[in-house]
């Protein structure tokens, strides 16, 4: 069936670091691809997302391509920031919504 | 801006209780949605509804029923709980899009089952 795998965390960085969050994926057809965000004590958020291959989604800095050859859609932010931190969630649409497992980033001053 | 809220953030209950989490969506959208959210599970869907009245399992469905009576409100029902659906409860909801359109999250409720 379909899936996401994305990286293990947690992930701690310091302020202006460059951030990337692995996710690949498995599906069959083309699904549509988002990373979601969660903030301590708030409720899942679309930070971005991409309909088709070669597609880059992008807001708050945060980018992400959808690569059909090599089925991921990995997250990066150039400069992070203490407010960055959240559980990030990779997530593909196939019929239903597919959550990966999360990944913690912790930023530090 | 859309707002999913839930009755409550925290929960505290009994083995054997029977346990109703509300959800509330002020954007008329026809699709609202029930997951849980556990450590390095991810999101994993209990149930959906497209329409009023109407229900769908999702991929975890024992052990929870659901009920949709108004197209603003989706109730979560655990008929008897268990101690291993202690777990962050999210509400979501989205458009008649249905699954091609994007969702709308809730704060989620934790909910410890003693």
């Known amino acids: 069936g379909d899936s996401v795998t994305q990286m293990e965390g947690p992930v701690t960085l310091s302020e202006e670091a460059f951030l990337t969050i692995n996710c690949t994926y498995t599906?069959?057809?083309?699904?549509?691809l988002f990373w979601y965000v969660q903030y301590p004590g708030e409720g899942l958020q679309l930070l971005l997302k991409?309909?088709?291959?070669?597609d880059k989604g992008s807001n708050k800095g945060f980018e992400a391509t959808y690569r059909k050859e090599t089925t991921s859609f990995h997250l990066e932010k150039g400069s992070v920031q203490v407010s960055d931190s959240a559980v990030y969630f990779c997530?593909?649409?196939?019929?239903?919504?597919?959550f990966g497992a999360g990944t913690t980033v912790t930023v530090r001053a | 801006d859309v707002k999913v809220t839930q009755s409550s953030r925290y929960l505290v209950k009994r083995t054997g209780e029977k346990v109703f989490l509300e959800c509330v969506q002020d954007?008329?959208?026809?699709?609202m949605f029930w997951y849980r959210q556990d450590p390095g599970l991810g999101l994993r869907l209990i149930y959906f509804?497209?329409?009023?009245?109407?229900?769908e399992k999702g991929d975890i469905p024992e052990g929870y029923s659901v009920s949709r009576e108004k197209k603003e409100r989706f109730s979560l029902i655990l008929e008897s709980a268990s101690t291993n659906q202690t777990s962050m409860y999210l509400c979501?909801?989205?458009?008649?899009?249905?699954?091609?359109?994007?969702?709308?999250f809730g704060p989620g409720t934790r909910l410890t089952v003693l």
């Open positions: 997530a593909l649409r196939a019929g239903k919504l597919s």
């Open positions: 979501a909801s989205g458009g008649a899009g249905g699954w091609t359109d994007t969702q709308y």
């Open positions: 991409a309909t088709k291959a070669d």
């Open positions: 509804s497209y329409d009023v009245k109407m229900k």
């Open positions: 599906a069959t057809g083309y699904p549509s």
């Open positions: 954007m008329d959208h026809e699709n």
